[in-house]
Structure formats: structure tokens, C-alpha cells
């Protein structure tokens, strides 16, 4: 007997309630182990460690050979004179100076109206008028009458004001040949029962890097920055899962 689509996609969404239910069981069941304690921070570890770290690969220059002055103490690309304390290896530290602004306000508006009107028709056809008597009832008159009117009138607007101003102390994660410097840091902030966490990775030029080992995040090459939080609040204002689950299936 066959079966019906409808009934088909009944089990499909079943099916999929259900695997949710069985994937969020495990942190369901740590986040009723916590209630009544504040939320743990995570340990500190390597980020270079972590099942999702990839090494970053970029398009490289052809290495040259490095030139020294001779009689000289002073190295290109110091900052101090006996020793430069900008990050330059992996291990070291420098600070981020994350300064985002972004505002954007657009509006535009399309308004578009046709009407049309088609009349045709033959007052004297095959000569009806001479004929007379009843001859001008039975022959063709109006021929064709029709009548058109569309309309459509379309409005968009965008409104967005994002400011982010932090500082983050980051680790250099990795050295590329032509001497960039891959950076990671992250940082988390417990507030009564609420993390806020941020994370800002990228690729890093020592030029840029400031005397007082700074460096703007404008700066940074293929920059990521999140900045986020988990706790109590942050659960009042997520869906609960049946809710993200329907959200996907259903079609209105």
C-alpha cells in the first residue's frame, strides 16, 4: 500500500524531533547538573590543539636571502635599540585593540502603474447599413473591448548601528614564511551567572604592530572576531529546541 506524502513528511519531521531530542540529551543533562551554580569557564588550553584548528596557508613570496650592514648594530625593522619587544614568534603575546563601528541606513522605494484599454469594432460591416431591416442585428459590431490596470509599489529599508570597543591580549599561533604572524586570543568575563566571551584570530604584519606591542583590529588580515555570551540571560532570550526544530520544518 502506498504511503502519502503528507504522512511521509509527518515521519520525517518525527524523526528528526526525535534525533534532536536524543543530540541535545547529553547537554540537557549537564545543564540540570548546573542549576544554582554559575557557569564554568573553560580551561585554558592550546588553541593549535583544538579538533577544528587548521594551519593557515596564503599565497607566499619567493624567500630571499637576508642582508646584514656590516659594522652595524642596528636591525631593520627594530623598535628598541638592544632588543625589539614586539611579538615576532610563536608564543608571544600582543594586545588587540578591538574597535568596531559600523552604521549603515538605507531606503529606496519603486512604484510602477501601467493601465491599458482596447477597443475595437466596425460600425458598417459587409454593408448592413444598406442592406437595412434587420440585416444590422445580426452582423458583427463590436469586435473586441478590453480592459487592463497593474500596479506595484515596492519599499526596502535597512537600518544597522553596531559599536564593539574591547582590548584582548592574543598569542601567536604561527609563523609564515614571508614573516606575518598568525594570532588567536580569547577572553571570558563571568558577571554573576553570565560569560561573556570574546574570540578575535587573524593574520597580523609586524610592521603594524606598535612600539607598545598594539595593534588596531582594522589591521588584521582575514580578522575574526565574536563576541558573545552563555549563561542564564543568554537562555531566556534563545528558542527553546521544539521551537528551532518546527521553525525548519514547517513551510509557513
Known sequence: MSQSPTFNRIVLAGLLMATGGLAGGCSSIDRLSQIGEQPKLAAIENPTAQP??????????????????ANSLWRNGSRAFFRDQRAHQVGDILTITVNFTDKANIANETTRSRTNSEDSGITDFAGSQVIGGNASKIMPGRILSADSTSSSD?????????????????????????????????QEIRVNFEIRELI??????????????????????????????????????QPRYGQQVMDVLLPF
Not at 577544528?52 to 650592514?69: D, L, T
Not at 544597522?160 to 604561527?174: G, K, M
Open 52 to 69: 577544528g584548528y587548521k594551519p593557515v596557508q596564503m599565497p607566499m613570496p619567493k624567500p630571499e636571502a637576508a642582508s646584514y650592514n
Open 154 to 186: 515596492g519599499k526596502g529599508t535597512v537600518v544597522r548601528q553596531e559599536n564593539l570597543q574591547t582590548s584582548v591580549a592574543a598569542v601567536v599561533t604561527q609563523l609564515l614564511p614571508n614573516g606575518n604572524l598568525v594570532v588567536e586570543g580569547k
Open 200 to 237: 578575535v584570530a587573524g593574520i597580523v604584519r609586524p610592521e603594524d604592530i606598535q612600539s607598545d606591542n598594539t595593534i588596531d583590529s582594522a589591521k588584521i588580515a582575514q580578522a575574526r572576531i565574536a563576541y558573545g555570551g552563555r549563561g542564564q540571560i543568554t537562555d531566556v532570550q
